[in-house]
């Protein structure tokens, strides 16, 4: 890809370590970054990578439980490529991801630049801000679902006076989907303030005077100063977003259980239902899962060429 | 919207330097004043249904079920919480959840540093495959893959041990993604530097690098607690026996074939916030003096 | 084959073939019943060992399975490690630990579709002869294609409605008789004018599930699955329903709490407790918890009569896996459990109706709410025995999810009942075909 230099919101031209170190490099060295990754490397590849490798193999067989297994080549690509529920479930996602990566975006950068600025009582607001982050998801699901009750949900109690006091917000396949992105946003946009907090805090405040002194209004420091600045941060959060919008679950499963009429239902319960609910279609499942996969990696290599090259810019 | 970027650009780090409230220094314009009203609002739109569930916890059944909904409840009496708790035996669960988060924070924040400083400082053979790879393996949602995963699990028999919770969740994958990230914005100057007198690459690491990521280090120890603290499906499967079930697990048994008492789930999911809310407030001065007092600007 | 076919045709009404054949050389009668099995199981033979049983709870049969626990251990000297896991989470969980070559020995189920393959044969550890002691309703669902006892079934749940005696009487609307149940007609006519004289927001309610909807199917003659054969009259099914869909579309019955669960599960027992509803269809199970939550009168109703009456079956089943380390412990436990005396202290704490056919003859005496737990007992007479064949079938529960899909459309107005129902019938053909291969 790139040396790490690149990546870096250092001047441009600043020797990288490696290159003109290489030829002379002792043993000890070149192996160390080796030796570093090992550990972590080890877990990942017994944990995860190798059960992945197993899942894309049982993609390729029809079981029934997970044991005993059949053959079928690409069949289950070909049956999932051709199942109408399948495309109205990656419709949902992509309405669902895109919407939620880019509220996370907007709504984070927002809050984290408001943050910033604020004085006293910035510790007690960054707290508040990421307690839904704590919470379990499944908890998050349960507990949204009883505020959005039509009836006697607290949503709908405070919307009263305003006439909105009938709103069937997990009802109708719109609200529904409304509803979920709104929740899942509550619930992920503290920790992508978080990341951007952290990234604010690395901004020299001496480039902030120096923009002061030439005149520049609040609006021109933060389009041109801090967003520009900020972006390696913004790309960590873009990144993230997206994989996480398209692994939605837990909470849309305790919210709305993926209703009204699958309005609601997102791929990865798609996946869940195939390999655990009976009937069990475990190479289906798997066959789903390669596939999202495969687009979400996809996705995440376009944000990061795209966000590595405005970097550049 | 941000004029005030500039006077507290330094962070917490300039402790109470040039804020709105600061005698002398400036008016509370009318900025500062929307900046305040956007955060309140926010803040309550987040409190509100925590707030309500606690509030719901203390609610009978039937009160729960009234419309429109009372406010407060009826009576503060504990009974759901008792009824919930006396059922079983709380501390063991809420201490292995605890060795749980400990351990596997530790393992996490240990492993994840050390790849993330090869990937992030060291231009080796393998890196950009190796960064994919890492990126590759947060997209795979535990459920896909849950079967293949338990078998290997099952092989070390690593089943019905704390160790089958700990090892596995332990190489975050964003975890190593957040590290690799904030270490890029480290100066290789620094390291050179440390190099040229001599240092060996492992002092390094731990004495001029891990130092100066603390806040990407507190920010991913914040985050494997709240994942391994609320982790279920996994200790679900892993968990075997009483002694070795956590507090998620242990809650979700109430979770029955056909009956499920909305006002225990409450109380229960009550529960469950308790600590790590607890523990993030204990820890926020800390975690936000991590990230004011590193070295960065 | 022959068991199977023999039980199919034994078929009598499930509670009355029990009464009056009690099937010749089981046991009758009180006290010990334990059988002596074909390979006489010694308990000295098991001491020392441990077996392990995951199991799900209702809530009130938990304490009841700790006990008989703690005396099988006493009398066998070993140990049994309960494991409750939640119901939502059973399937998977076991699902993983079987691949992972770590099965439990004992499982509390309520269907042995996903599992059929690795579930031991208790037969030859109980004898052929066992299996006569239960009900033949409930033994349909455990008997193997090729005769093998796959599980026992551990209690027996029928559906049935409930029903608010205050709202009746502040109504003065008549409450329905158990021994001479009421129509559907009636039923849903005595639910609109309690509605309409006390002004709840709903007249009828039930929960959200294909098993329950497959009460109503059953009424009106029909079954979504029965002998391995889809078996859907989309006529008789459409007159079922459409009663149900148009109180849903007059929110007589509550259309947001069907449309707001996806395709979740869901209870609408917390409706009833708060007094929304007069009526609500649900079943045995929720007995217990309305004897502690209620807090108005309350009694079981007897299910409403179209072409049959009755209800439509449940329950849950103790079965081992071929996988165990321990199977004649595992049979032998099974055993235990599931005697006449260890039965019915189960199903008297948690208002469960036995399966065994020496309890069904005699009777249970329940703690409480014994007239409440009569009704499903004389509903069970009237019971179809078609009705445990469907609930039986393994395309069972694939299809009630298919089934709950094709309602969810018509509520939410995507398509109309019969268009819905002709879908739904190919995509129960298609799922039969799909479990047969």
């Known amino acids: 890809m790139t040396t790490p230099a690149q990546a870096t919101t250092r001047p441009a031209g600043a020797p990288t370590p490696a290159g003109p170190r290489r030829r002379r490099v002792p043993l000890g060295l070149r192996m160390a970054p080796y030796l570093f990754v090992l550990p972590n490397m080890i877990i990942f590849g017994l944990f995860t990578i190798w059960p992945a490798i197993n899942g894309f193999n049982i993609s390729l067989y029809e079981s029934s439980n997970g044991r005993n297994f059949d053959w079928v080549g690409l069949d289950n690509y070909r049956r999932i490529l051709t199942d109408d529920e399948f495309w109205e479930v990656v419709r949902n996602t992509v309405v669902f991801a895109l919407a939620f990566v880019l509220l996370c975006l907007l709504i984070a950068t927002a809050l984290a630049v408001l943050l910033q600025a604020q004085g006293r009582g910035k510790s007690f607001f960054r707290a508040v801000f990421f307690l839904p982050v704590l919470l379990s998801p499944v908890v998050v699901g349960l507990v949204w679902n009883w505020l959005l009750e039509r009836r006697g949900g607290l949503v709908n109690t405070i919307l009263t006076p305003f006439g909105g006091g009938d709103t069937g917000w997990l009802v109708e396949s719109n609200l529904a989907m409304i509803s979920v992105i709104v929740v899942g946003v509550w619930m992920n946009v503290g920790f992508y303030i978080l990341i951007l907090l952290a990234g604010l805090q690395g901004i020299d405040p001496s480039l902030y005077e120096a923009a002061r002194m030439d005149g520049a209004g609040a609006w021109q420091q933060l389009t041109s100063l801090t967003l520009p600045l900020l972006q390696p941060s913004l790309l960590v959060v873009l990144v993230l977003s997206t994989i996480h919008g398209f692994q939605a679950f837990d909470f849309i499963y305790t919210l709305t259980g993926g209703g009204p009429v699958g309005a609601t239902t997102l791929i990865v319960q798609y996946i869940y239902e195939n390999g655990f609910v009976s009937p069990i279609r475990y190479g289906l499942a798997s066959a789903g899962s390669v596939l999202l996969f495969v687009t979400v990696f996809c996705l995440t290599l376009v944000n990061w060429f795209i966000g590595r090259r405005r970097e550049a810019v | ?297 | ?437």
Request: glycine share 6%; charged share 15%.
């Open chain 3, 1 to 437: 084959m022959t068991r199977r076919k023999l039980t199919i045709l034994g078929l009598g009404a499930a509670a009355v073939l029990a009464l009056a054949a009690c099937a010749p050389g089981a046991p009758s009668g009180e006290g010990d019943t334990t059988q002596p099995p074909v390979e006489s199981a010694d308990p000295a033979d098991f001491a020392g060992e441990t077996l392990s049983y995951v199991y799900f709870t209702d809530g009130p049969d938990e304490q009841a399975t700790r006990d008989l626990i703690a005396q099988f251990e006493a009398e066998y000297d070993v140990t049994v490690e309960l494991e409750i896991l939640p119901y939502a989470d059973l399937v998977t969980s076991v699902q993983a630990r079987l691949s992972g070559g770590n099965a439990p020995d004992v499982v509390r189920l309520t269907g042995l579709t996903d599992f059929r393959a690795d579930l031991l044969d208790l037969a030859p550890y109980l004898g052929e002869d066992y299996v006569e002691e239960f009900l033949p309703g409930p033994v349909q669902a455990v008997t193997g294609d090729d005769g093998e006892l796959l599980a026992v079934p551990s209690d027996l749940t029928l559906n049935g409605p409930f029903i608010n005696v205050d709202l009746f009487n502040e109504a003065g609307v008549e409450l329905p008789d158990p021994e001479d149940p009421w129509t559907w007609e009636e039923m849903t006519a005595a639910a609109q004018e309690v509605q309409a004289a006390t002004g709840t927001p709903y007249a009828f309610a039930m929960d959200k599930s294909g098993h329950r909807v497959s009460t109503v199917l059953a009424q009106y003659g029909t079954q979504l699955v029965s002998d391995g054969e889809a078996s859907l009259d989309v006529a008789a099914a459409e007159e079922a329903l459409t009663p149900l869909i148009d109180m849903m579309a007059a929110d007589t019955m509550p259309r947001d709490f069907w449309l707001g669960s996806g395709s979740r599960y869901a209870g609408a027992n917390e409706i009833f407790l708060a007094q929304d509803v007069p009526v609500y269809l649900s079943g045995n199970w929720q007995v217990a918890q309305f004897a502690q939550a209620a807090e108005f009168e309350w009694a079981a109703a007897p299910n409403p009569c179209a072409t049959e009456c009755g209800g439509f079956p449940g329950g849950k089943f103790m079965a081992a896996f071929s996988a165990s380390e321990n199977p004649a412990l595992a049979a032998a436990f099974i055993e235990f459990m599931n005697n006449t005396e260890s039965q019915e202290a189960f199903v008297a704490a948690s208002s469960f109706l036995p399966t065994r056919a020496d309890l069904a003859e005699d009777g249970v005496t329940y703690p409480d709410r014994q007239a409440d737990m009569d009704v499903f007992l004389a509903d069970l007479v009237r019971t179809p025995d078609v009705t445990f064949a469907a609930n039986a079938d393994p395309a069972f529960s694939g299809s009630a999810t298919a089934l709950i899909t094709a309602m969810d459309e018509v509520v939410a107005g995507q398509s109309d009942l019969p268009t819905a129902l002709t879908g739904l019938q190919g995509e129960i053909e298609a799922l039969v075909a799909e479990l047969d291969s």
């Open chain 2, 1 to 297: 919207m941000s004029s005030d970027v500039t006077e507290s650009g330094g962070g917490p780090g300039g402790s109470g330097r040039r804020t709105w409230t600061s005698v002398g220094h400036r008016r509370w314009t009318h900025v500062d004043a929307l900046r305040v009203v956007l955060l309140s609002t926010v803040t309550i739109v987040v409190l509100v249904p925590i707030v309500w569930t606690v509030l719901g916890s203390f609610k009978t059944r039937t009160e729960l079920a009234q419309v429109p909904p009372t406010f407060l409840p009826d009576s503060w009496a504990l009974t759901n919480y008792t009824d919930a708790l006396t059922r079983f035996d709380f501390l063991t669960y809420v201490r292995n959840s605890v060795i749980v988060v400990i351990g596997a924070t530790l393992l996490t924040l240990v492993i994840n540093s050390m790849a993330a400083y090869a990937l992030a400082k060291y231009n080796f053979r393998g890196r950009n495959a190796l960064f994919l790879l890492t990126l590759a393996t947060i997209m795979i949602p535990l459920q896909v893959i849950l079967i293949p995963v338990y078998q290997v699990v099952a092989s070390f028999g690593m089943v019905n041990t704390l160790w089958g919770l700990i090892i596995p969740a332990a190489a975050t994958p964003t975890g190593v993604f957040l590290l690799r990230q904030y270490m890029l914005t480290i100066p290789d100057e620094l390291i050179e530097a440390a190099r040229v007198d001599g240092s060996g690459e492992l002092r390094t690491f731990v004495q001029i690098v891990l130092p100066l990521c603390t806040p990407a280090l507190a920010v991913v120890a914040i985050f494997s607690v709240i994942w391994r603290w609320n982790d279920f499906l996994w200790p679900l499967v892993v968990a075997q026996s009483e002694d070795v079930y956590t507090l998620p697990v242990a809650l979700a048994r109430f979770n029955a074939q056909e009956v499920v008492p909305f006002n225990l789930i409450l109380a229960m999911s009550v529960v469950s916030m308790i600590p790590v809310i607890v523990l993030f407030l204990f820890f926020q001065r800390q975690i936000a003096q991590g990230i004011a007092n590193t070295g960065i600007k």
